[in-house]
């Protein structure tokens, strides 16, 4: 068994190579196929946007459970990666920026892909999965989480070289970047390349009878907005609008604002000279319509992903699982890209297909994926089923172990960083077939994390220097967070606390509240008007604290 093992590896890292393992059938379990975008908002059509075009994420809906009100941990890549395949919080992880790695610097915790490892499967990591530099080890925590070495695309490191050509014909590094393929290093993008290894991999596991784990993370639609040119015949400027919301609420506390430092730096951004940190960018300065278009070219990856999964005839025994580290924003109160507290900034799509439990398992000939031409009529595809329960991101690690059949890990007690298995986020596995009326607490449950509470609530937060915006505001390192922003989101409202936060000891002082903001979904969707000030929350004050306490 090692020895095969040992040439699957071998085989896995050379592409086109012939595999002398032999399939006998394929044992009991599902595969899994983790899909991860890069800040990514629920953008699509399967989330009820007329605008965009994503058939093939569509396609994927129908076949799947569908969450509407699934939410990061930390709107920033490294921190909420490291949150959910760790299955730990950032207060837990320590890792609120992109300097530290948490083996290191608080627990040696396993992660999710290292617990299927663990359990007999092949992991295997293509594209972004985890943040690339210190927060992964500099090498994507291999060899702890993945079987063989992560693949990266070649052409990823000229992400943010001057590849946009600009009216002039000059080279940029602008935020808006419109491509011709043919012009870019290589002829390709690292998209492109990205799917073009998963397919590969899928190749090479179809007649194993290893089960595996394939992560595969996409790069669009995070900037630079850098994507094929012809995604923009999509979206016509006319049909292009403005955030509903595109001024900065009157009662916002200035250190709830990120000041979209990075959009700043862009050679087209600097070009416009907009005044930092409130200055609100020209309205014909179409960051909105390369967005769309960019979720689009991103579908057509998915699209090609899928279609490989039924060419390989493996989508009736791979679980698929659809998400993103956190949203963006674009446009509402003044604000673009991450790093804030609002839904705009924490709420992410995530869907499941598990073969025979969110759809009838096709037979081996059947197709469920077949690829859909984006540039085509949409087909109007809807969920196969929708929840609006309040989820976390942070609770994929025992969800996916439950959906796989192996045993859920344990809830982490009070304090963890001692101990190497558990996790902070319960299984939403009794989600995928529960009505979405209020589930009473069950009798005699003794682990709150894991019980089926009566109000589902997702839990985020967001560092900052200073009350008022500043240039590092966005992104502070550890040593520069004095304060922190805890925000809890629950069906009807968004409750966040801006405390005092000492770096050196990992603490906050609640009893230190800079600011705080409280807004009601029903009437105030869009998160515009602050009422904390004028009405009574000591209750919720009070179930933030006992949350975060246990």
């Known amino acids: 068994m090692a020895a095969a093992r040992l040439g699957l590896c071998l085989c896995l890292l050379a592409a086109g190579c012939v595999l002398a393992v032999e399939a006998a059938g394929r044992p009991d379990g599902m595969n899994v196929l983790f899909i991860v975008v890069d800040d990514l908002r629920p953008v699509l059509g399967c989330y009820g946007d007329k605008l965009v075009k994503s058939p093939n994420i569509d396609q994927l809906a129908s076949q799947s459970v569908v969450f509407n009100n699934a939410y990061a941990q930390q709107a920033v890549c490294a921190p909420s990666r490291v949150s959910f395949l760790t299955g730990r919080r950032p207060d837990t992880t320590r890792l609120y920026d992109f300097y530290s790695y948490w083996r290191v610097h608080a627990g040696n915790y396993s992660t999710m892909p290292q617990y299927f490892k663990e359990n007999g499967y092949m992991t295997m990591s293509v594209g972004k999965v985890f943040h690339p530099g210190v927060s992964s080890n500099y090498h994507d925590d291999y060899p702890y989480s993945w079987s063989i070495p992560p693949f990266h695309p070649s052409t990823e490191k000229y992400e943010n070289d001057k590849t946009c050509r600009g009216k002039d014909g000059r080279l940029y590094a602008n935020l808006v970047c419109p491509v011709d393929v043919t012009e870019m290093p290589g002829g390709t993008l690292p998209d492109i390349q990205t799917t073009e290894e998963a397919i590969r991999l899928l190749n090479v ?20 907005l850098r994507y094929p040119q012809e995604f923009l015949k999509l979206y016509p400027l006319e049909n292009i609008t403005l955030a509903p919301d595109p001024w900065v609420p009157k009662k916002l506390p200035s250190v709830a604002y990120n000041p979209w430092m990075d959009i700043r730096q862009r050679d087209d951004v600097k070009a416009l000279n907009v005044s930092f940190p409130y200055g609100p960018l020209p309205d014909d300065f179409q960051i909105r319509q390369s ?58 799509p995530l869907m499941f297909y598990v073969p025979g439990m969110t759809s009838a398992a096709a037979s081996q000939q059947g197709r469920i994926f077949p690829y859909l ?155 515009d008007y602050n009422i904390y000030n004028n009405t009574l929350h000591g209750h919720l004050f009070k179930k933030l604290l006992d949350f975060l306490k246990h």
Not at 205 to 222: C, D, E, I, R, S
Not at 317 to 330: E, N, P, R
Not at 511 to 521: F, K, P, R, S, T
């Open 291 to 348: 967005y769309y278009a960019a979720v689009s070219y991103l579908d057509m990856q998915v699209g090609r992903l899928l279609n490989a999964l039924d060419d390989v005839g493996l989508s009736s025994s791979t679980m698929v699982v659809f998400t993103a580290d956190h949203g963006w924003s674009l446009g509402e109160h003044g604000e673009w890209a991450k790093y804030s507290n609002f839904d705009v900034a924490t709420c992410v």
């Open 373 to 527: 031409d984006p540039f085509s009529r949409n087909l109007g595809l809807v969920p196969q089923g929708q929840s609006k329960k309040v989820v976390e991101l942070v609770s994929l690690f025992s969800t996916l172990a439950e959906l796989a059949g192996l045993q859920v890990p344990p809830a982490c007690p009070k304090t963890s960083f001692h101990v190497a298995l558990c996790t902070e986020g319960a299984s939403i596995v009794h989600y995928f077939n529960s009505s979405e009326e209020k589930v009473e607490t069950e009798d005699g449950c003794e682990d709150n994390n894991r019980c089926h509470t009566e109000e589902p609530v997702a839990f985020s937060q967001y560092p900052r220097p200073s009350d008022t915006p500043q240039w590092n505001s966005d992104k502070p390192k550890l040593k520069d967070i004095r304060i922190m922003g805890y925000s809890m989101r629950t069906i009807d409202y968004r409750y966040t606390v801006w405390v005092q936060f000492n770096p050196n000891n990992f603490s906050a002082d609640f009893e230190d509240v800079h600011a705080g903001e409280l807004y009601v979904v029903e009437t105030d969707p869009n998160q």
């Open 205 to 224: 596991m179809k007649t194993q009878k290893q089960k595996f784990f394939l992560a595969v993370g996409y790069h669009k639609p995070h900037i630079p």
